[in-house]
């Protein structure tokens, strides 16, 4: 107290004498060396420990307060909303905007719609349209002739009309897109011969489907036979090994469908994608940057030109997008992985928790085989009581009912030796019976033999109802050997005359279940 007396304790507040009184607990300095050392620790008790048993080294918090201190400070700044987006738009550079190719539509083709006049215009025109037919015969029968003669003085207009598959163009049918696109390929082949291009064998809009599903390039080629150009397009440009061999590489991924701007489906496609010049090529493909079911034209190749320049397009244009495609097959493989694993998962979790519910129901159906069991066999233990009481009250009441021995003198009188069963410990039984005694009688004596040996009770028993009696032994004669049945319309004197003996034997469980 001398130590705390020489330094005032009542200038340290309450929290601070409790980490002074902790820390001398603890190290046992003295007060007033304590003090400064608390304090030089911002009076944490941990720091100031650590200090007195390690040594002291620099001052980390003196040094990082001095630090701060030394950090120099910006002023303040308040602007107000309007100045902040001023500034952000002079400073900041502008950004770029997203660049989207256009898109390729689908086109379903529209039937034809025949418009029918009503019967006095049909019958105005009726001259007016015998004349045209008149005059365009007449104009195909001038071709014809015209085709005869040689090429160097045949106009040019009659060569264009003599071309295989597209000659008569003007009046085609409108059939189904399926069709269509066979007509194509079958005119294309008649016109430029065998060639190694796969076109679709569908419309625009299938074509359009399997490039999206696959992600697949589409190419769209769509030809005029008017055009003067179209027949050296096709035959140097669409047509050269180099272009056939980058269309029909698998790695490229290309689709190409082919259309004849005189069918009804090619004509709609050419208005959707903007063909103003002849021939013109296409390539289009899913944009997953610009839409995740987007199909977009990547670009476009229109008026002739030589095979390297329409291969260079081609190829930049896929090399391009290609990333694209490839990053979305590998989502679609990792999301098909997926939904793969988890129908997996499904499964095993629908076998398991079958088998679950197989073991449930076994294990129930066992529970209730077991109760069921349980059950039949305390009522079988219950009904043998029962059936063995009723037995032992037959026993008492037809003890009562058996007569007793003849006398000695009495006439008709029939002596048996019974050689009763070991089980019954009784022996040899000798005994005289009336001659009107009954087989069954004679059972009834053997039944009730050691009731008949003991005293009789003074209570009447009453016979059971409903209880049919079974004798569980039989009685045979020795020899001859014969086995009698209780029956009530046989007299032992029948069988057995003035006497003889007779053999108790008793009858194994199995045959007595059998009877």
């Known amino acids: 107290m001398a130590e705390a007396d020489e330094f005032d304790l009542s200038q340290l507040s309450a929290s601070q004498q409790e980490a002074l009184q902790q820390y001398t607990d603890v190290t046992g300095q003295e007060i007033k060396d304590a003090v400064p050392l608390l ?22 918090v003196a040094e990082a307060q001095a630090t701060q201190n030394d950090i120099p400070r910006t002023e303040a700044r308040h602007e107000s909303l309007q100045e902040s ?36 215009l049909a019958a105005i025109f009726a001259p007016f349209r ?44 409108v059939v ?3 069709e269509t696109a066979e007509r194509f390929r079958r005119e294309f082949e008649e016109e430029y011969g065998v060639h190694g291009l796969t076109f679709f064998d569908g419309g625009h809009a299938q074509a359009l489907d399997a490039a999206k599903r696959d992600l697949k390039f589409l190419l769209i080629v769509l030809v005029s036979p008017e055009h003067d150009d179209t027949d050296s397009f096709v035959r140097d440009t669409l047509l050269s090994p180099d272009v ?50 987007r199909m977009g034209i990547i670009k476009r190749l229109a008026g002739p030109m030589p095979p390297g320049a329409y291969l260079d397009g081609l190829r930049t244009s896929i090399a391009k997008y290609s990333p694209d495609l490839n990053g979305v097959r590998a989502e679609r493989a990792a999301q098909a992985v997926a939904r793969n694993l988890r129908s997996e998962q499904d499964s095993a979790y629908e076998r398991s928790l079958a088998l ?50 003849p006398d000695a003198g009495a006439k008709n009188s029939v002596r048996l030796a019974l050689n009763m069963p070991a089980s019954s410990g009784a022996g040899r039984v000798i005994r005289k019976f009336a001659g009107e005694t009954t087989l069954e009688d004679l059972y009834a004596f053997v039944e009730c033999y050691d009731l008949l040996q003991e005293p009789s009770e003074t209570a009447e028993t009453a016979k059971p109802e409903e209880y049919d009696h079974k004798y569980r032994f039989r009685i045979a004669s020795v020899m001859p050997r014969e086995t009698f049945s209780p029956t009530n319309e046989t007299t032992v004197v029948e069988k057995m005359g003035r006497g003889g003996s007779l053999v108790v034997e008793d009858i194994p469980y199995d045959e007595e279940d059998n009877e």
């Open 244 to 293: 056939v061999a980058f269309i029909n590489d698998p790695a490229n991924n290309i689709i190409i469908w082919g259309g004849n701007v005189l069918d009804s489906e090619a004509y709609q496609v050419a208005n959707e994608y903007h063909c103003t010049k002849y021939p013109f090529s296409c390539l289009a493909c899913l944009t997953p940057k610009e839409g995740s079911t």
């Open 39 to 60: 304090e030089r620790s911002q009076w944490n008790i941990q720091i100031a420990i650590a200090k007195f048993f390690d040594g002291e080294g620099p001052d980390l």
């Open 176 to 178: 189904l897109p399926k």
């Open 85 to 120: 987006l001023y500034a952000t738009a002079v400073h900041s550079p502008r950004v770029p905007r997203l660049h989207t190719t256009d898109p390729a539509p689908r086109v379903v083709p529209q039937g034809a719609i025949v418009y029918r006049p009503p019967f006095l």
């Open 130 to 173: 015998l004349g045209y037919h008149l005059l365009t015969g007449l104009a195909r029968l001038v071709l014809y002739i015209s085709s005869f003669l040689p090429q160097s003085i045949r106009p040019r207009t009659v060569t264009t009309s003599m071309r295989k598959g597209w000659r008569g163009t003007n009046t085609r049918r």
């Open 356 to 405: 679950d519910r197989e073991r449930a129901r076994q294990k129930r159906e066992a529970a209730a085989a077991a109760a069921a069991a349980e059950k039949r066999a305390l009522e079988e233990a219950e009904a043998a009581v029962r059936l063995e009481e009723a037995r032992q009250a037959w026993r008492k009441w037809r003890a009562r009912t058996i007569p007793a021995e």
